[in-house]
């Protein structure tokens, strides 16, 4: 997630929009990493969400 | 963290898989199965015309969530996670929400005496050398599915509070109508060419931060002011810590 950062940094201004969704329970996890790490693009809660199953694999 | 890198476009998709979990991935829907509860009954999960069927006591039903909780009586998690799943049982059995505990290493003794001692009331089934164990459990672990018996979320293990947030998910699949066609049939990986599906995402901060959506058939991110942003492509990124 820290590469997506910086790819975020480097290609916003060309009309990439870089975004994360997580997927599963542990979203607290993913919260205070992304402060810790001050991360700026968007970040998503799709837990039980459809989108989650139909494109997560991992 | 097991993850999957997404390139999207906002008309088209191209997907890369990036194979990173070498162990065996639970299956992406939920296999009919029949077992024993714990009072010594046929509990039997079926599909019927490509919904969950459960049939116990001699009554079916067709729940709209359903969540399976994998135990072993000698876990004090699981302990704490089946009263939490007790208090929701009770919060959501009537809406059409479904409860289900599978012991996967104990015998009847064992299961029983957890019920009396918590004052269970939702099924417990005895799983042990089940199939259905072999391919979900993983110690204290967690499932939901939906009326279309897809996989929804999973978890190992329990942290106090935690049902708050399977509160919230039970509900959104019990609020679903939409959706339960396009769930029928995921099965297949995606495929270059796919549509970026309808979709209404709140930021994880809190509340804070983007929202995203598709509207008018783009992909469509908003910010905190208000602010529309129709990016020219997109990368997204799923997470699972």
Redesign the interface.
């Known amino acids: 997630m820290g590469h997506l950062q910086k790819f975020h940094e480097k290609y916003q201004k060309d009309g990439l929009q870089v975004f994360a969704i997580g997927v599963n329970e542990e979203l607290d996890e993913i919260r205070k990493v992304t402060r810790e790490k001050k991360w700026t693009y968007a970040i998503f809660n799709g837990v039980g969400s459809a989108l989650a199953t139909q494109y997560a694999y991992g | 963290m097991?993850?999957?890198l997404?390139v999207l476009g906002t008309a088209a998709l191209l997907?890369a898989?990036i194979p990173?979990?070498q162990e065996k991935e639970p299956p992406?829907k939920l296999p009919e199965f029949t077992l024993k509860t714990v009072e010594g009954a046929s509990f039997a999960l079926k599909y019927e015309q490509g919904q969950v069927v459960v049939e116990q006591n001699k009554e079916s039903s067709k729940p709209k969530a359903l969540f399976i909780h994998f135990f072993q009586p000698d876990c004090n998690l699981c302990m704490a996670e089946m009263k939490a799943l007790e208090t929701l049982h009770q919060e959501v059995s009537k809406q059409g929400a479904l409860i289900v505990g599978v012991a996967h290493r104990h015998d009847e003794e064992a299961v029983r005496g957890t019920r009396e001692k918590l004052k269970i009331t939702y099924p417990l089934l005895l799983g042990r050398g089940s199939e259905l164990a072999a391919q979900f459990s993983r110690g204290d672990a967690s499932i939901?599915v939906d009326a279309q018996g897809?996989?929804?979320?999973?978890?190992v293990s329990y942290k106090e509070g935690?049902e708050k947030?399977?509160k919230?998910?039970i509900e959104?699949?019990l609020a679903?109508k939409d959706?339960a066609p396009?769930?029928a049939k995921?099965e297949k990986?995606?495929e270059v060419g796919d549509k970026f599906?309808a979709?209404k995402?709140?930021?994880?901060?809190?509340g804070k931060?983007?929202?995203?959506a598709v509207e008018d058939e783009k992909?469509t991110?908003r910010d905190e002011e208000g602010k529309v942003?129709h990016?020219?492509?997109?990368?997204?990124?799923?997470?699972?810590?």
């Open positions: 097991l993850h999957t997404l997907a898989r990173e979990v992406k939901l897809m996989l929804r979320s999973s978890q935690e947030l399977w919230e998910n959104r699949l679903e959706l396009a769930a995921r990986p995606l599906p979709v995402l709140p930021s994880l901060l809190d931060g983007m929202s995203l992909l991110f942003i990016p020219k492509a997109a990368v997204g990124f799923f997470s699972r810590y």
